[in-house]
């Protein structure tokens, strides 16, 4: 008496052609989802990377704002010596 669905245990290609695209498939399919995570990890560090370049153009845009009264101020003691 069986019980369940009519389905085999197992898969057997009726061909060498079928077991050969069977295994193709097999070795290709981590290889699919590797390269897929890896775009994924790329274009969030892509996109960090593009975060940090920008802060650290600020911050030098804020250092060189800094700087300048900083030296104007230096200068004007200077001459006032």
Do not use: H, W
């Not at 009519?6 to 290889?31: E, I, K, M």
């Not at 990890?41 to 030098?60: C, M």
């Amino acid at each position: 008496m069986k019980i369940g669905l009519d389905f085999p245990l197992r898969y057997y290609p009726r061909s060498f052609l079928s077991l050969l695209l069977l295994a193709f498939a097999l070795v290709a399919a981590p290889l699919v989802v590797a390269f897929y995570n890896a775009a994924v990890y790329v274009e969030q560090l892509a996109g960090q990377s593009q975060t940090a370049v920008s802060q650290a153009a600020q911050a030098s845009r804020g250092s060189r704002a800094f700087r300048n009264p900083v030296c104007r101020l230096a200068a004007a003691e200077r001459a006032s010596r």
